[in-house]
């Protein structure tokens, strides 16, 4: 029965028993006095789709509203879903889910990666992108994600610059309507070109333990150079940031605000996030001690 019990969602993924998305959605839940539980939802790899069904329709206790996807389902969430935000359209991949009844049209997938960042740099990290010279390394399910925001603030230059070549073109191309007056491209790592004004890192490359993939010249003086994950992972693209006379920014600021646009759209509230993103950096802080 759900009646009086509090709605329930969850981040849903393979793996999920690191993701800080249970403690941030708790403290958006606190902060605005709304009732909901929000766990976490390991995915067999092969079977995402039915797990989440199961999720969707489990009356055992309040009901389940909605669900964070995170890696490897974001492609295949997107692909689950009856409806699309025009953001998860153009990204072609889905963070956030929310299950309205088949009445209201079923299962709406949204992205809210792109605009949580843009909020991180814009609003936390101080960094206007209007007129800037930004470089996004990487073409694969995060960059996606983040191109059609970070065209819509208006940076004078984007590069979108990978390994593969073809897949930052086909980004590019897939966007190209929204850059208006942006010089919008698609170049190899290593020929990114030269002092950006913003650098930010959609790679796999630190997870791995891999060289940054591209040249120290693509930072401009006091650049600021943002890596999308956080913890270890983000360290090695941020000593090599504040080495090269850049400011190294990491994931964490970026995953409070994703996760604040995918409450507002769940509940119609927009939590504030400068208290929650302090609090989970005590917190990772706390646990490295
Ligand atoms: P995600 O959803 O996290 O973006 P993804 O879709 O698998 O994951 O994309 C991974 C991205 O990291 C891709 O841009 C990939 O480059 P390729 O498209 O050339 O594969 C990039 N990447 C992974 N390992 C890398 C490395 N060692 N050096 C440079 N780029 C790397």
């Not at 509090?6 to 393979?14: F, K, L, Q």
């Not at 309040?62 to 153009?90: D, I, Q, S």
């Amino acid at each position: 029965m759900s009646a009086g019990q509090p709605d329930r969602y969850a981040v849903a993924g393979n793996p999920v028993e690191h993701s800080q998305s249970p403690f941030i959605h708790a403290e958006f839940a606190r902060q605005t006095g709304q009732a909901l539980d929000y766990g976490r939802l390991l995915c067999p790899l092969a079977a995402f789709a039915a797990t989440l069904r199961a999720f969707a329709a489990d009356r055992s206790a309040g009901a389940v509203r909605g669900c964070n996807v995170t890696v490897p389902f974001k492609f295949e969430a997107f692909a689950l879903a009856a409806r699309h935000t025009p953001r998860a359209l153009r990204a072609q991949a889905c963070n956030t889910l929310r299950f309205d009844p088949e009445a209201e049209g079923g299962w709406l997938a949204d992205n809210t990666d792109g605009i949580g960042l843009v909020r991180d740099i814009e609003a936390n990290a101080g960094v206007a992108l209007a007129g800037k010279r930004v470089l996004l390394i990487g073409a694969g399910g995060a960059a996606a994600g983040a191109l059609g925001p970070l065209l819509e603030a208006r940076p004078a230059v984007l590069v979108v610059a990978n390994r593969t070549v073809a897949k930052a073109e086909e980004l590019v191309a897939r966007h190209a309507d929204l850059a208006g007056g942006c010089a919008l491209a698609a170049r190899a790592p290593r020929e990114a070109g030269e002092r950006f004004d913003v650098v930010i890192n959609a790679t796999a490359s630190s997870l791995q333990g891999a060289q940054v993939p591209v040249d120290s010249a693509v930072l401009a003086p006091g650049a600021l150079a943002l890596d999308m994950m956080y913890g270890p992972a983000a360290q090695g693209f941020i000593a090599w940031a504040e080495a090269h006379g850049a400011r190294g920014r990491d994931g964490l600021g970026m995953l409070v605000e994703q996760a604040a646009e995918a409450f507002f759209l769940w509940r119609g509230v927009r939590p504030e996030t400068a208290p929650v993103l302090a609090a989970l950096r005590a917190r990772l802080a706390a646990k490295v001690r």
